[in-house]
């Protein structure tokens, strides 16, 4: 069964309409799936561990570790940068993306330090290039 011209027509502008019923947060969600063309990288995953008599209070975040087998990267959050180091040191290079894309890309120079701006607004993950190994954090949100 083939559809003609004005069928194909009618069924992808019914699609178009369907997808504009979509919640913005789902789309986001789902542009952010599109991550998994990065399948052969480590994930760095957010370290989540509360230090010893922290409140249960929400705070602002201004620090953040990604943990991965091999390496770790390490940011703190100012007004104007992310400001991070990888350890164990190794020079490379690290992208920002944000869910539209490669928002800003920084060195990592041989001590591990590296400076990306301008602070992500929304979500956001990091992408480390360093000694051959691609290190992809989850997305997080600051």
Aim: aromatic residues 4%; charged residues 25%.
């Amino acid at each position: 069964m083939s559809m003609n011209d004005e069928e194909l027509l009618a069924a992808l502008a019914e699609a178009r309409r369907s997808a504009a019923g979509v919640p913005d947060r789902i789309r986001e969600i789902g542009r952010s799936a599109f991550a998994w063309r990065t399948v052969d990288a480590e994930l760095a995953a957010l370290s989540t561990e509360a230090p010893a008599g922290a409140r249960a209070e929400p705070a602002a975040v201004r620090a953040l570790t990604f943990a991965a087998r091999a390496v770790t990267i390490e940011v703190e959050v100012t007004d104007e940068a992310l400001h991070g180091q990888v350890v164990p040191p190794r020079p490379g290079e690290i992208e920002l993306h944000d869910r539209t894309g490669v928002v800003a890309v920084a060195q990592v120079d041989e001590v591990g330090w590296f400076v990306l701006s301008p602070v992500p607004r929304g979500m956001f993950r990091l992408h480390l290039r360093a000694g051959g190994t691609l290190v992809v954090t989850e997305w997080v949100t600051i």
